[in-house]
């Protein structure tokens, strides 16, 4: 997604005035951009981006099928229509429709301006949504670009619909307050912008004496104090995040800008971009409790872990096709396991908050049954299948495991290992590692320079290269048990005596249960061959038509007891004896609260950890 000529592209910038030559001679001319926002109330733009010193080549032009950050194909061609083009002299150039993603224009006299109509209508972090509200645009999801002008820098005049409208925007300003600039394709790909009425809270961090801003954006109903709150809240996770590394990113343009929308049309979600991040939540301040502070959290740490600790394969980013990295686990699964640490260090919840949230998390994990079909690494190829991918046609849901939550606890036994095996050594220092090596120097990494940093962190290669065989390129997970001891947490089963017929989600449907989800394999459901659909019409002779009916069954019983399960399986019925099982689900929780004593030492681990209550 990155050009190494960042330098090169704050010059362009910079010169605006060799532009204006550019413009003149045609060579090297910015591809400029017109966005009007006339119909907003149904959703639609209409668009012009102007091309000039072409030379006599047919300009091919379409929509991405990728958008940074995203591992999935995605059509936004689909939404595009009413598409024309003119020359120079402002006559009608005829266009050509080979394929469904773009268009050509055979002949022209050298500049081509193309006008069309978007619709767009799903806020979140990879499509775009105008309405009279706002234009919330993702720029794969807005914006045609021409084959062969990857590196022409860019210009872009935003028409607002309302005089309300202001612009947040990682995009380069000029001196006209509805004008940005991009220095490259790559760059205006990655530039999210909305236009609407939102609260701006603005402030200064350190990096070194260099005074870097910023910004929080936030579109919303709610009131000024509940984003003054909200942005309290971000600057000290803002804080802890930055101890994390021991430094700023230098931003382009000195500014990072969280653009949020918190409203019931918008689609939660957050997407991570080099100098901004789009964060969206369905739910009000008041309504979510101020959770929203979750996903800026991960967000803003992708800042280095991923934007500029950055996978080779996503080098550049090509928006024509999925691009697809086995190192997901890291860049998202260990932000994950940031994202709540950086707020609980920054006091903004408790650890009893951490500690549930993370036991629902191991829980997952260590029980999934997709661990058994892949690696870490296997979980992050799979990844533009799943990252907001659609099919129609069912899959297996048993062989993935996400690389989110799988990542996130990858980096949790990592961490506590390191603090057990390696005195002063923790996985704050192995990402300080990263950053310096491969962020600063924006050098993508392979997976074997995961490998080898971990070494250089250690001074134990042999320790990296085991870990990197058991738990990444295999999928052996350790025994958490005494590395949270170390803490002063104990891990136990949840419920042990309750009897389980396994985590596929049984629901009444009037007459019967039906088995909503695809049983796990080695669970009591899956071996005695129920699927999903299935209806459960009794269980020992009494029916089940309610909820309750499958609750009181568990209820009665303990794990080991056998039950007999009549079925109705695509229409045959049938009858299976089901072996109950002991529910797996494992909880974390304090020594204190199990009945231990918690040491001075586990004490000072704990704070040196979570930081202080």
Known sequence: MRTTAWALAATILAGWSGV?????????????????FDNAVHHEARITATWRGIGDQPLRVQMSRSSPGRYALHEFAKNVYSVSATDGARRALSLERTDPYGWTVPGHDGTV??????????????????????????????????????????????????????IATQLAPTDAADTFTAPGLQYLMDSPTELSGHALREWQVDDAGVARTMRLTVHHAGTDAEVDTFAASARKVVDQQIAVFGDVPDFDYGTYTFIADYLPHVSGDGMEHRNSTIISNTRSFQEANFSQLGTLSHEFFHAWNVERIRPAELEPFDFTRANPTPSLWFAEGFTSYYGPLAIRRAGESTVDAFLADFSGTLNGIVNAPGRAYGSPQEM?????????????????????????????IIALALDLTLRERFPGVTL???????????????????PDDLRLALGAVTGDQAFADTFFATSIDGSALPDFAPLLAQAGLVLKPARPEAAWAGSAQVRATGTALMVAGAPAPQTPLYEAGLDRGDQIVSVDGTAMESDAAWAGMLQAHRPGDVVQIRFRQRGVDRTAPVRLAADPALQIVRTEAAGGTLTDGQKAFREAWLGAE
């Open 428 to 446: 704050d220092d192995y990402m300080r590692r990263m950053w310096q090596v491969h962020g600063v120097t924006e050098r993508p990494y392979t």
């Open 20 to 36: 204006a030559q550019a413009q003149t001679t045609g060579a090297g001319a910015p591809v400029e951009y017109d966005l009007r």
């Open 113 to 166: 301006v193309l006008t069309y109509t978007l619709y767009a209508d799903r806020a979140d972090g990879t499509y775009s949504q105008i309405d009279a509200t706002h234009a919330h645009l993702n720029m794969p999801a807005t914006l045609m670009w021409a084959t062969g002008f990857d590196d022409r820098p860019v210009r872009l005049r935003f028409r607002p619909y309302s005089p309300d409208w202001t």
């Open 380 to 408: 992050s190829l799979r990844a533009p299948f799943v990252d907001a991918a659609t099919a129609i046609d069912p899959t297996n849901p048993n062989i993935f495991t996400s690389y989110y939550p799988y990542g996130q």
